[in-house]
Each structure stands twice: as C-alpha cells, then as structure tokens.
C-alpha cells in the first residue's frame, strides 16, 4: 500500500471524511493491503456500535409493474418479455404474517412504480399491518413520489424509506436512465423523504455502465453529506432483456472496498450486505459483512412470483421458501462468527 493511500485511510477513520479528490484517489489506488487495513478497521467500529448482531429485512417484492425504463433494470417498461405480477393486499399480510413468525421486525415493501399502488391503497396496507403489528418497522422501497404523497405514507405508519440514489453524479445519471427520469427530482425524493421525518436509504450499483472513480468518489461525498440512515450499495449484474445485456458486471472486490469506506465514513449506518452481492459470489453477503456491511435482506415474498422480480440475471433464493431463506442466512451469518437478531434494528444514534 503506498504512503498517501496509508495516510487516508488513517485520517478516514479519524475524521469520517475526506475531500473528494481523496476519495478518487482511494479508489483508483486500491489493493489488497489497503483492502485489508480498511475491512479491519470498518469492522471494528461497527462492533463498536453494533457488536456481532446482523439485522434482518424482510423483502417483500409486491409488483414488478413499473412506469420507469431505467437502461439497467430488468423490470423496465420496455421489456415486455417480463412477466408482470402485483401481490393483493391480503397476500402482502400473509407474507408479513409469515415473517413476523420466523422472527422479522421490518416488513420492506418494495415494487415498481405501479399506478395501481395508489396513496389510499399504499396506506391502507401500513396501517393494517402497523395495526397487527406495532413492534415492527415498516419500510417503503417505492419509487418516487411527491412529497405530498410521502407525508401521507409517513402518517400512515411507515417508518423508513429505500429510494437508492444510483449515481450522484448528474451527467452519470442522464446515462442510465432515460431522458423523463431526472437526477433532480430524484435528489428532491430524498431530502422530502429527510425531512418528514422517515429514516431514509440511498445507495448506488458498483461497475454499472460508464461509472468512473470520480462518479464513485461522488456518491462517497454524497453518503457524507446526507449522512443517511441507510444504504445500500450492491455489484451492477447485466439483465439480458435490457438495453445493457451486454456490459460488463461490478466486482466483489470493488463493492466490498466500498463497504468498508463507507462505514468509516458514517459509522452507524445501516449498510446492507445485498443479494446482488450473493448473485456474483456464493459468498458474496458473508464478505460483504465481513468488510463492514451489517443488514441482509432476505426474500420474504411469496415463491411463485420470486422469479419474476428479476431486476438482473441469475438473482438467487428465486426458488426458496422465506424459511429456508432466513434458515440459510442466519447459517451464513453464523459461519462468520455474526448472529441474526429479532429486533427492528433501528440505526444506534450514539455516536454520529
Ligand atoms: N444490477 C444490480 N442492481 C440493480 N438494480 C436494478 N437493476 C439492477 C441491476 N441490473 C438495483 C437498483 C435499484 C434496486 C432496487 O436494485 O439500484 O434501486
Ligand atoms: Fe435465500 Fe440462502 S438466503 S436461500
């Protein structure tokens, strides 16, 4: 590892912050040294925080109808090749009926953005299952909205909201997705999102289409300035019916590296060790935590529409029940010495 990179890491972990350039020059001048000296110590502080516990979500997938044509997603209106499907509100209560039993205390509603999940209809089902279930969290992964549209959702029940940034550089942006979507409205999501009051997710895919280190050295600095809740950050993996089918993936090692910055830089994040990241390694999650990540999100929706919430190629526990999906990870966790804990699993506002 040379001297400088030694020296950033050093005043990374001291100062939870770096100018943006530095950030670049992390990245481009990475290796397996400075790998190692950053997993240690994203590891320690968030043992400091969190100690072995790994939280769980449970992901509840309720359609993959969606007005939006991101270039990267395999559930893109364009792709008529999808088979579309949306859960009723009676399935999406046995899905969480099923999880509260196996020991989930967060319920994550995640879908495309599907007209037919109106505000009434989005509300309607917090507050059922806020009603049957008061000691859980209820997380939204919805799409963009109006603000208007999230101060209803808020006051409904819901407690945390995932919309991933996806890139925070604006010119990046414009690259994956089409010319109707737009960085603004996306960055006005997550600052309405903020400031009503819901804990809030961002996060971005690694080695998607055209992201150079400066595109990454950004969202660094924008994880360091919104200081969110949450964050999910996983590999890109090409769907083949999308207009990037043939590009290449994000690496394990890359998204791992990142992982461990990003818990320097905001130490009691809530970092997800995601399911992309298991779709390009069988050990993907357990590195993931093992770089510093501490939430996995295990498939909680109902097996016969698993494999059609395909949002890249090969994704994995397409084919398993919820109880051998939370079985297989609490084995996963336990393998590396961390433990799957009943708990909502609220971000420890301690320290930072
Ligand atoms: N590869 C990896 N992640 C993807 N997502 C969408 N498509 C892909 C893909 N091809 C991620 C996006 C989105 C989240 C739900 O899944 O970042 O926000
Ligand atoms: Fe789903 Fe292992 S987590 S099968």
Known sequence: MNSRVAKLIEALAANHKLPLEDYEYLIQHRSDAAAEELGKR???????????????????????????????CGIRRSNYSCQRYRLSEEEILACCEEGYGLGFRTFVLQGGEDRYFSDETVCRIVSRIKERYPDCAV?????EKSRESYEKMYDAGADRYLLRHETADRDHYGKLHP???????????????????????????????????????????????FQPDMCGIGPFIPHQATPFA??????????????????????SVLLTSTTALGTIDPRGREKGILAGANVVMPNLSPVSVRK?????DNKICTGDESAQCRSCLAGRMKSIGYEIVTDRGDRKKSIT
């Open 42 to 72: 994203a590891v320690k502080v968030r043992q400091e925080i969190y100690g072995n516990s790994v939280y769980v979500r449970g992901l509840i997938e309720i359609s993959n109808i969606c007005k939006n044509n991101c270039l990267y």
């Open 139 to 143: 997380t939204l992964s919805l799409g």
């Open 179 to 225: 010319k109707e979507m737009s960085f603004e409205n996306r960055m006005r999501c997550l600052y309405d999102l903020k400031e009503i009051g819901y804990q809030v997710g961002c996060g971005f895919m690694v080695g998607s289409p055209f992201q150079t280190s400066s595109d990454l050295a950004e969202d660094l600095k924008f994880i360091e300035t």
């Open 246 to 267: 043939g590009e290449k993936p994000g690496t394990v090692e890359l998204t791992c590296y990142l992982l461990s910055v990003i818990r320097l830089i905001h130490p």
């Open 308 to 312: 059609k919430y395909e949002l890249y």
